[in-house]
């Protein structure tokens, strides 16, 4: 048999928004060498910098036609663009044939998600010096400003009772 193996199916998949904890599994058209499916051939690597994110491997199916990893630090950082690169040289098929001749071939590529909810931090106005005081609110990140409402935003006293919210720049 002389068929090179491809790779049909990937996890992730090419999208966005990908789980942080995602772990990586590459399914191929064919039995391989499972020797040849490791950390030093499949390599996860950050597109913004080039740097590799370190994998650990976990398991070949029975019939080595599934590899799939974990990334070594657990997850992997939110908003993040990644790409699965595979050395076709070096990962071959159990008929040992390689897969091809690129050392770098691009497996998939994703970008993780926003899962980190934002914070705010509302900085006091002063006890009460003015007859319309603002309040200044910081979030932790970028905010869609059309959910920024006073339906939504809700400032309440100490004792508990809500202030009625007039505007929101």
């Known amino acids: 048999d002389s068929t090179v193996a491809t790779i049909t199916s990937t996890t992730p998949q090419a999208t966005t928004n990908i789980n942080t904890a995602t772990s990586i599994v590459l399914n191929f058209s064919k039995s391989m060498n499972p020797t ?7 390599r996860l690597q950050r597109t913004s910098d080039g740097s590799f994110v370190p994998l650990s491997f976990l398991s070949v199916t029975p019939d080595n036609q599934t590899v799939t990893f974990n990334q070594s630090s ?16 070096a990962v071959i098929g159990s008929n040992g044939n390689a897969m091809g001749g690129d050392p770098d071939a691009v497996a998939v ?14 900085i006091p106005f002063g006890g009460g010096q003015s007859q319309s005081p603002a309040i200044v609110v910081t979030f932790s990140e970028a905010m869609n400003l059309s ?4 339906a939504n935003i809700i400032l309440r006293v100490q004792n508990g009772s809500n202030i009625s919210t007039t505007s929101i720049t």
């Open 36 to 42: 040849t499916l490791n950390t030093n051939n499949i």
């Open 74 to 89: 657990g997850v992997l950082a939110e908003m993040t663009e990644y790409r699965v690169l595979i050395n076709q040289t």
């Open 109 to 122: 590529a994703f970008k993780t998600g926003d899962f980190t909810n934002p914070t705010a931090t509302a």
């Open 147 to 150: 959910n920024l409402t006073p």
